[in-house]
C-alpha cells in the first residue's frame, strides 16, 4: 500500500497491493491522479445528451453532432465516415522525438475526420445518439435495444418508456430512475420486477403500490400500508393522478415517507463483494458507479451492458468489455485497450487511440478502420511496431506535455481535459464536478454554450390546464424551470394519454437533471450505520425486527454514495435487510 498526492487536487489517495497488482499486469505505471480526478478528465471526453448544428466537411450542408463547431474537428455523417471516398491513412506521419506526445496527436485528431455521432444499427432513430440498436426512439442517448422511447438515458431493452434514466428490460414507465423488469411504473426509484406502480422507492416483486419504500413481493400498499383491492383503487382515485396538482401533491408526500424510512447504504441488488453506487448483479466491483453484471473491476462507470471483467478506470458502455484502463467509449468486445476514446467493435491491444472500428496493436492512431500494427496512422512491420512503440514510451517520460496549471503528462496519462473536443459544461463531468464558467477558462478548460433556437412561446406551463388537453399540440410552451420553449410531439402526446398522465411543465432537459438528483454520489463516504438499536438514531423510524446488535447502537461502517448532508437514514447491508426480508 501506498499514499501519494494526486497531481490535480493536491489531495491524498492510496493505491493498495490489488492496484500494484493490476498495473503490473497490464504493464503501465501506477496513476498520478486520485481516483476521482480520473473519472473527472475521463468524463470530460463524454457528451452524452447536447447536439450542435455544424457544416458537413464534404458538402457543406448543415448536420447535427455532439462535436460542435468549436471542436476544430472536420465532422462529416457517419454514412459518409464508413464511405469509401476518405481515408485516414493518408495523414499518417512519422512520431517527432523531439516534441511531446500529446500535442502531435490532438494536431492528428485535428486533421481526421470524425463522424458527427456515435451510433450502431438503428432503425427510424435520427434523433438518438451514443446508442446501439434502437428502433422509432426520439432523443434516447446512451441507451441499448430499445423501442418506441423518448427522451431517456440508459435505456436498455426497453420499449414504450418516456422520461426514464438507468433502466433495463422496463416498458410503459414515465419519469423513473433505476428499474429492471418493470411494467408501468412511474415517479419511482430503484424498482426491480415491479408493475404497476406510483412513487415508490427501492421495492423489489411488487404491484399496485403508491408511495412505498423498502417492500418485497407486495401489492396494493399505500405509503407501506396494506389495503384490499377495492380500497386501494378507491385511495388513488381521490390522489387524481391523472391531474398536475394531483400529481405535484403525490410526489411531495411520497418523497417525506421516503425520508421517514431506512434506505441501503449501497443501492444494488444481488452482488458479492463489492461497492460503489447503483451496482446491481455484479462480484468483486469496487468503487464504481451504475454498473450491471460485472466481476473483478475497480473505478469504473456507466458500464450498465453485461457483462464486463478485470477492468480498472473504464468509463461507459460494456458489452464484453475485458482487461481494459483508462478508456471511454470502448465497447463491444474490447480487450486490452489503454487510455484511448470511442474504439468499437473488437478493438484490441490499442494505446491512445481515437476512433478507431475493429482495428488492433495501434498506438497513437485517429479513425482508422480494420488496421493494425500503426502509429500516428502510418503502418508498420509487426517487428518495426514492436521496436519502436518502447521508445516512444520513452520519450513521453523524457519530453512530457505540461498543461497550463503545470500538471505533467507522461506514458500513463490519459488525456488533457484542454485537449477535449467538446464543452466541459456539456459533458457529464459537469454533473459530477460541476464548476463555474470562470474556473473552466481559468483552466484552460473548453466551455461552449448550446444555441437555442429562436420560437415564439404561445403559452407558459402555470397556463397550462390540469387535466390532458387535446389542443396542446399547437402549444410552444415555456419551461416554468428554465424559461426555454418546448413542444409536446404527437407520439408523447399518445403515451401521455395512454397512460393518464398530465403534460408536464418542465423541458425534457430539466426533467432530466430533476431526475438524476436520484442518483447517490460518485464520491464514496465513510459513515457509519445509522441504525440506533430499536429507532434509528433521530428516532424517525422505528425498527420491526431485532437486529443483530440487540437493543445497541450498529457499529458497522461503510462506503457510499450517500452525502453526508442528506437527511436519508442509512442503513448497513445487515440492518438493512432485517427490516425489508
Given at each position: 500500500m501506498e499514499t501519494r498526492n494526486c497531481q490535480n487536487c493536491k489531495q491524498k489517495f492510496v493505491i493498495d497491493q490489488e492496484d500494484f497488482n493490476f498495473y503490473e499486469k497490464m504493464k503501465v505505471p501506477a496513476p498520478t491522479f486520485c481516483p476521482l480526478c480520473r473519472a473527472q478528465r475521463r468524463f470530460?471526453?463524454?457528451?452524452?445528451?447536447?447536439l450542435f448544428k455544424v457544416k458537413d466537411y464534404f458538402t457543406d450542408q448543415e448536420i447535427f453532432s455532439t462535436y460542435?463547431?468549436?471542436?476544430?474537428?472536420?465532422?462529416?455523417t457517419r454514412e459518409e465516415w464508413f464511405g469509401d471516398n476518405w481515408d485516414a491513412m493518408e495523414h499518417g506521419v512519422d512520431f517527432d522525438f523531439s516534441k511531446p506526445f500529446f500535442k502531435q496527436l490532438l494536431e492528428l485528431e485535428k486533421k481526421v475526420l470524425m463522424y458527427s455521432f456515435n451510433v450502431i444499427r438503428m432503425v427510424n432513430s435520427p434523433y438518438a445518439f451514443n446508442a446501439t440498436g434502437l428502433k422509432n426512439c426520439y432523443f434516447i442517448v446512451n441507451a441499448n435495444y430499445s423501442e418506441d422511447c423518448m427522451y431517456g438515458n440508459a435505456v436498455d431493452y426497453c420499449k414504450d418508456c418516456i422520461d426514464n434514466s438507468h433502466i433495463s428490460q422496463s416498458e410503459r414507465c414515465y419519469e423513473s430512475f433505476w428499474l429492471q423488469n418493470c411494467y408501468q411504473c412511474y415517479f419511482s426509484i430503484m424498482l426491480a420486477e415491479s408493475y404497476n406502480i406510483w412513487f415508490c422507492?427501492?421495492?423489489l416483486g411488487c404491484n399496485n403500490c403508491f408511495g412505498c419504500a423498502n417492500l418485497r413481493k407486495s401489492s396494493y400498499c399505500i405509503f407501506n400500508k396494506k389495503y384490499i383491492k377495492e380500497e386501494y383503487e378507491i385511495e388513488l382515485e381521490k390522489m387524481k393522478l391523472g391531474?398536475?396538482?394531483g400529481i405535484q401533491k403525490a410526489r411531495k408526500q411520497a418523497r417525506a415517507f421516503w425520508n421517514t424510512q431506512p434506505t441501503k447504504s449501497q443501492h444494488g441488488l444481488?452482488?458479492?463483494n463489492s461497492t460503489g453506487s447503483h451496482v446491481t448483479n455484479c462480484k468483486n466491483v469496487n468503487d464504481s458507479f451504475l454498473i450491471r453484471?460485472?466481476?473483478n473491476m475497480r473505478y469504473c462507470q456507466y458500464l450498465q451492458v453485461p457483462k464486463n471483467k478485470d477492468n480498472y478506470d473504464v468509463t461507459n458502455w460494456g458489452e464484453y468489455v475485458e482487461l481494459c484502463y483508462e478508456t471511454m467509449e470502448c465497447g463491444e468486445n474490447s480487450y486490452n485497450n489503454k487510455f484511448s476514446r470511442n474504439c468499437w467493435p473488437s478493438c484490441k491491444n490499442n494505446e491512445y487511440c481515437v476512433h478507431l472500428f475493429s482495428s488492433s496493436d495501434c498506438f497513437g492512431c485517429v479513425g482508422l478502420k480494420k488496421k493494425k500494427y500503426c502509429i500516428f496512422n502510418k503502418q508498420y512491420t509487426k517487428e518495426e511496431y514492436e521496436i519502436l512503440i518502447p521508445k516512444i514510451k520513452k520519450q513521453m517520460d523524457e519530453i512530457p506535455h505540461i498543461d497550463s496549471q503545470g500538471?505533467?503528462?507522461?506514458?500513463?496519462?490519459?488525456f488533457p481535459i484542454e485537449f477535449s473536443p467538446f464543452g466541459y459544461n456539456n459533458t457529464i463531468a459537469m454533473q459530477h464536478f460541476p464548476i463555474t464558467k470562470k474556473e473552466a477558462e481559468n483552466k484552460k478548460y473548453p466551455w461552449i454554450e448550446v444555441p437555442h433556437g429562436e420560437y415564439k412561446i404561445t403559452k407558459k406551463a402555470e397556463d397550462l390546464p390540469d387535466l390532458i388537453d387535446d389542443n396542446i399540440l399547437k402549444e410552444v410552451i415555456e419551461c416554468e424551470n428554465c424559461k426555454n420553449p418546448y413542444r409536446i410531439l404527437e407520439n408523447e402526446f399518445l403515451f401521455y394519454k395512454k397512460e393518464n398522465l398530465p403534460i408536464p411543465r418542465m423541458c425534457h432537459d430539466c426533467r432530466f437533471e430533476r431526475r438524476i438528483q436520484d442518483r447517490l454520489k460518485l464520491q464514496l463516504y465513510k459513515k457509519p450505520c445509522m441504525c440506533g438499536g430499536v429507532t434509528d438514531v433521530t428516532e424517525i423510524y422505528k425498527n420491526t425486527s431485532k437486529h443483530f446488535h440487540e437493543d445497541e447502537p450498529c457499529k458497522e461502517e461503510f462506503k457510499t454514495g450517500h452525502a453526508p448532508e442528506n437527511k436519508e437514514i442509512v442503513y448497513c447491508e445487515k440492518c438493512y435487510q432485517q427490516e425489508v426480508y
Open positions: 470530460a471526453f463524454r457528451n452524452e445528451r447536447k460542435p463547431a468549436e471542436s476544430g474537428r472536420k465532422i462529416i422507492r427501492n421495492c391531474t398536475f396538482s444481488k452482488n458479492l453484471e460485472s466481476e500538471i505533467v503528462y507522461k506514458y500513463g496519462e490519459f
